[in-house]
């Protein structure tokens, strides 16, 4: 009897463990001016958001003075910014990560309040519906701040992606061939925009925002183009490399969009939808910055 009570048990644990499994953790920063223990809302503090993902520059996004309702059960605090880490793309590894996010207030001498709170999702909904949720689940609260604040945590993604460039060497600095390299890369990509398209539609395929068979079928780069859009490749010496401590260096322009794209060149097309078509089909391919990894046999490629 108990034999069969501890397999039972047993079998109860991994059924519970099963069930629990994380499919993303979701980080939500607040600052903000206002006592949630008292009140029905705060006020947000306007400033910018810098976000970092595994010391990559992943965005920043800009918060505005907003009122945010507070939860009445546990005093928290609407979020200013949710970055939900199952979204964010292959910058998250299979294993430890880290998030950092540094805000700047646009008022250095004001004293407000900041919060960083952490909550993992899984398949398991009444674990994430839970008062206190999971072991997983936190917040680091900063009651008196003054000018910028910096939020680091470290998270685990067993949910990523492991990639085979993950695990390429660190790239900690940048020869002037490598820079004439990685140029080149941005030249070839230049040049899928011309011809029939086939390159250019090839790299659409792997996009999972736009279905390519629609872009097709619209002809919108091929109308774009005929109404002389075109897009250019930087040289070396107007680039900006940017190392990570990781095998990825983020690619800018030093001045300018990356491959010379901006609105004024779809003036001439007066079709809205053949505007939003092109648009969206050449910022996915010709983004504002590009993150390149050298590979073990020293040739550079693009990843995102």
């Not at 839970?130 to 701040?145: I, M, W």
């Not at 990523?160 to 600095?173: F, G, I, Q, R």
């Not at 011809?195 to 068979?213: C, Q, T």
Request: charged share 25%; proline share 6%; glycine share 6%.
């Amino acid at each position: 009897m108990r034999k069969i009570a501890g397999t039972l048990l047993f079998l109860l644990l991994l059924s519970t463990l099963a069930r629990a499994a994380v499919l993303s953790v979701e980080f939500k920063f607040t600052p903000f001016v206002g006592d949630p223990a008292s009140a029905e809302k705060v006020t947000t503090v306007p400033g910018k958001a810098a976000i970092f993902l595994n010391n990559m520059p992943f965005s920043e996004q800009e918060v505005k003075a907003e009122e945010l309702p507070v939860a009445a059960e546990d005093q928290t605090v609407s979020p200013a910014l949710g970055i939900p880490a199952s979204s964010v793309g292959p910058v998250v590894r299979k294993g430890k990560n880290k998030i950092r996010i540094e805000f700047t207030p646009e008022d250095m001498t004001r004293t407000y309040r900041a919060q960083l709170r952490w909550n993992a999702i899984t398949d398991d909904p009444a674990e994430d519906a839970a008062p206190g949720g999971s072991a997983n689940d936190g917040v680091d609260d900063r009651k008196e701040v003054q000018g910028k604040v910096i939020f680091e945590r470290e998270f685990t993604a067993d949910f990523a992606l492991d990639l085979p460039w993950h695990h390429y060497p660190a790239v900690t600095s940048l020869t002037e061939e490598d820079k004439q390299k990685i140029a080149a890369l941005l030249k070839t990509r230049a040049d899928w925009f011309q011809g029939n398209f086939a390159d250019l539609y090839k790299a659409l395929e792997d996009n999972e925002s736009l279905k390519v068979d629609d872009v097709r079928k619209a002809r919108c780069l091929e109308t774009v183009y005929e109404a002389g859009v075109r897009v250019t490749a930087p040289q070396a010496g107007e680039l900006d490399f940017a190392t990570t401590n990781g095998p990825e260096v983020v690619v800018r322009k030093k001045a300018g969009a990356l491959f010379g794209l901006d609105d004024k060149m779809f003036a001439a097309i007066k079709d809205e939808q053949i505007q939003m078509c092109a648009g969206m089909a050449l910022s996915v391919v010709y983004p504002g910055r590009l993150v390149v990894v050298r590979r073990p046999d020293g040739a550079w490629e693009v990843v995102y």
